[in-house]
C-alpha cells in the first residue's frame, strides 16, 4: 500500500538558504504524525511546499502514490489535502458562518454558481452551524470573523479547514495562541477526527506533541534530524541536545 | 424578520426616486439620463473592485468599447437600439476576458499600471482610428432609431431617461442576485483573502476572470447607452479622467454594496453640475477635499456612513427599550 502522502527528496532555497533539504517523508493513512523542530526549521516551507504554495528547487510530492508536485493549491484541496495555516489566514470582513458555508460550497462544487442566493442554501448553512458548534463558535457565527478574539479566531481558522472534508490535515502550529487549557480541547477534537484522516500538525508544545502523537518528526535547519515513537525521541541524545535542550533554555 | 422587510421598502422608496424625478424635474432629464448611465458604469466597477477587490484605473476601456460599438453600429446604418446595447456588452466582454489574464496575475500596483496602460492604448488607438471613430472630433451622425420599434428617442429626453432607468433596473437586479449568491460569496472570499481561497479549494482566477468579463459587459453596455441616448462619442469616453472619476464616485459612494455606486455616481454629478457651474477651479477643490475627508473619516463611503449611523441609532433605540 502507498503512503497517503510521501516526499521524495524535497528541497527549498530561498536564495543562499536552504530552508528544507531532502526531506523524504512517508506518511501511512490515519497517521497522527507530529513535525517538531526549533524555529526556522523549514516546518511551515514543509507545509507550503506540501500543499502548493511554494513550488519546491527539487524533489517530489505524492499523494496516496500520485505525484502531485506540480499541480495547483486549489486541485490539491479538491483532493483531500488542506492545511491551516500558522499566522491567521481567514476572511475579516466576512462573518464567521459565511467563511465555513463559503468553504462548504467549495467542496460541492457550488460556489461557482449565481442563480440562488447563498441563504437559500439550507443544507450548507446547517452543516456550517453543525461544524461550528464543534468549536462551540455557535454563538459568533454571525459575526464579522475581524471582531473576534486571536483566540477565537484560531477556532475559525481550524473549522474552515476541516470544513473542506481532509482527507489529509496539515496544521501549522493550531494552538499557538490559545490558552492552553483550550488547546487541549482543539487537539483534541482534531484527534477525534475519522481514524482514516491522516493529521500532520506542527506544535512547540511537547506536552500536546506527546499527548497526541504517534510519530514524530524532527526537523532542524531545513533537515529530517530523525523520525520516531514519542519514546524515541525523547530518549534520543542529539534531539536532547538540538531541540529539547534549546527549548529549556530559550 | 421586520428589518428584511423595512430593508425591501426603503430599496422600493430609493427607485421610486428617479421615477419621481422624471415627473418633477422634466428639465433635468439630460443630466438624469447622464447620471443613471454613469451610476450603471459604477455598479460595473463595483463589482469588479468593491466585490472581487480588483483596483482598475482603466475601466473606461470598456465603457468607450461599448460606447463605439454601438455608435458605429447605428452610425453606419444599424440603429437598433436593443442589439446595438447587447453589441456594446459583447465587444467589451470580450476585451475584458482577454485583459483579465493580464490583470488577475498581478498585486495592487500591478493592477493598476496594466489597468492605466490598457485604458491609455485604447484611448490612443481610438485617437488614431479617425477614419472610423472621427479621432478628436468624436463620432457623429449616430441616427437611432426606435425601441421596441415604438418609442423614438425625443428632443426632451424622455425616452432616453426612461430607457436609461429600464436598462439600469434591469442589470442592478442581475447584479444583486450575483452578488448575494455563492459566486458572489467567493468573490468577497477573494477580496477579504486571496491566499486562503486556494486553500479552501477555491479556482480564484477563473473566479475573477469570470467576474472581471461580467464586470466589463457591464460598462460596456453603458457606454452603448450614452452612445445611443447622446447620439454621440467622445474620445473621452474611454479616457483616463472617466475611469479616474469613477473611482472616486465609488469610493464617495461605498464600495461592496451596489447601492454606493449609484448613490456616488448621482451625488457626484449633481456637485459636479451644481458646482462647475459657481466656479469650475471650485468644484476640483470641493472635490479633493471630499475625498480626502471621506478617505480618512468615513471609509465606507457614504453609504458606509449612513450605515453605521442607522446601526448606532437602533442600538441606542433598544437601549432605551431596556
Ligand atoms: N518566502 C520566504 N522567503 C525567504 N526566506 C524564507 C521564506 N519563508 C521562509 N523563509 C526562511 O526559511 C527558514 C525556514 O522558515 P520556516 O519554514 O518558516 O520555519 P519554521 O516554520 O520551522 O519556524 C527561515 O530561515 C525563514 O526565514
Ligand atoms: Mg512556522
Known amino acids: 500500500m502507498s503512503a497517503a502522502l510521501r516526499t521524495a527528496g524535497l528541497s527549498k532555497r530561498f536564495g543562499g538558504l536552504s530552508a528544507v533539504s531532502d526531506v523524504s517523508l512517508e506518511i501511512p493513512q490515519g497517521a497522527r504524525h507530529a513535525l517538531i523542530g526549533p524555529n526556522g526549521a523549514g516546518k511551515t516551507t514543509l507545509i507550503n511546499l506540501l500543499t502548493g504554495v511554494l513550488e519546491p528547487s527539487a524533489g517530489d510530492v505524492f499523494l496516496g502514490g500520485e505525484r502531485i508536485t506540480a499541480l495547483p493549491q486549489h486541485l490539491r484541496v479538491k483532493k483531500g489535502l488542506t492545511r491551516t495555516f500558522q499566522i491567521n489566514t481567514l476572511f475579516p470582513g466576512l462573518t464567521v458562518l459565511e467563511s465555513v458555508v463559503l468553504a462548504i460550497l467549495e467542496r460541492k462544487g457550488l460556489a461557482a454558481r449565481w442563480m440562488r442566493p447563498v441563504s437559500s442554501h439550507r443544507a450548507e448553512i446547517g452543516e456550517a452551524t453543525e461544524l461550528l458548534a464543534t468549536f462551540k463558535l455557535d454563538r459568533d457565527a454571525q459575526r464579522r470573523t475581524a471582531e473576534l478574539a486571536y483566540g477565537r479566531q484560531r477556532l475559525v481558522e481550524i473549522a474552515l479547514a476541516l470544513a473542506t472534508r481532509p482527507k489529509i490535515l496539515l496544521l501549522d502550529e493550531p494552538a499557538a495562541g490559545i490558552p492552553s487549557s483550550e488547546s487541549v480541547e482543539v487537539l483534541g477534537v482534531i484527534a477525534a477526527l475519522p481514524a482514516d484522516v491522516t493529521v500532520l500538525f506542527i506544535e512547540h508544545d511537547m506536552g500536546l506533541v506527546f499527548r497526541f502523537a504517534e510519530r514524530i518528526t524532527v526537523l532542524v535547519a531545513g533537515r529530517v534530524l530523525m523520525e520516531g515513537t514519542p519514546e524515541e525521541v525523547a530518549r534520543n541524545d542529539e534531539v536532547k541536545a538540538v531541540y529539547l535542550g534549546r527549548e529549556a533554555h530559550g | ?322
Open chain 2, 1 to 322: 424578520m421586520s428589518a428584511l422587510r423595512g430593508g425591501r421598502l426603503i430599496e422600493v422608496a430609493f427607485w421610486l426616486v428617479p421615477l419621481a424625478a422624471f415627473l418633477l424635474l422634466p428639465g433635468y432629464l439630460m443630466l438624469g439620463s447622464q447620471i443613471l448611465i454613469v451610476a450603471l458604469f459604477a455598479l460595473s466597477l463595483d463589482l469588479i473592485l468593491g466585490y472581487a477587490g480588483i483596483v482598475s484605473l482603466g475601466h473606461a476601456a470598456f465603457f468607450g468599447l461599448g460606447a463605439y460599438a454601438a455608435g458605429l453600429l447605428a452610425a453606419k446604418g444599424w440603429g437598433e437600439p436593443l442589439s446595438g446595447l447587447l453589441a456594446g456588452g459583447v465587444i467589451a466582454a470580450l476585451a475584458g476576458f482577454v485583459a483579465s489574464f493580464l490583470v488577475v496575475r498581478g498585486e495592487d500596483l500591478a493592477r493598476l499600471m496594466v489597468t492605466l496602460g490598457i485604458g491609455l492604448l485604447l484611448y490612443e488607438a481610438a485617437n488614431r482610428a479617425a477614419f472610423l471613430t472621427g479621432g478628436v472630433d468624436g463620432l457623429s451622425g449616430v441616427a437611432m432609431g426606435k425601441i421596441f420599434g415604438v418609442f423614438a428617442f425625443d428632443i426632451g429626453g424622455k425616452t432616453a431617461y426612461l430607457y436609461s432607468f429600464a436598462v439600469l433596473l434591469l442589470v442592478f437586479i442581475f447584479l444583486k442576485r450575483l452578488t448575494s449568491s455563492p459566486f458572489g460569496l467567493s468573490l468577497r472570499g477573494i477580496r477579504e483573502n486571496p491566499a486562503r481561497m486556494p486553500a479552501i479549494g477555491s479556482p480564484v482566477r477563473a473566479r475573477l476572470v469570470t467576474a472581471y468579463t461580467i464586470g466589463a459587459a457591464i460598462a460596456g453596455i453603458a457606454g452603448a447607452l450614452l452612445a445611443q441616448t447622446t447620439q454621440f462619442v467622445g474620445l473621452d469616453s474611454l479616457g483616463f479622467n472617466r475611469s479616474a472619476e469613477l473611482l472616486i464616485m465609488l469610493v464617495l459612494g461605498g464600495t461592496g454594496r451596489l447601492y454606493g455606486a449609484i448613490v456616488g455616481a448621482a451625488v457626484f454629478m449633481i456637485a459636479q453640475d451644481y458646482l462647475s457651474g459657481v466656479n469650475p477651479v471650485y468644484w476640483q477643490f470641493w472635490l479633493g477635499l471630499l475625498l480626502v475627508v471621506f478617505v480618512f473619516f468615513a471609509r465606507g463611503g457614504i453609504l458606509g456612513a449612513v450605515e453605521a449611523a442607522a446601526k448606532r441609532l437602533g442600538r441606542s433605540s433598544q437601549e432605551r427599550a431596556r
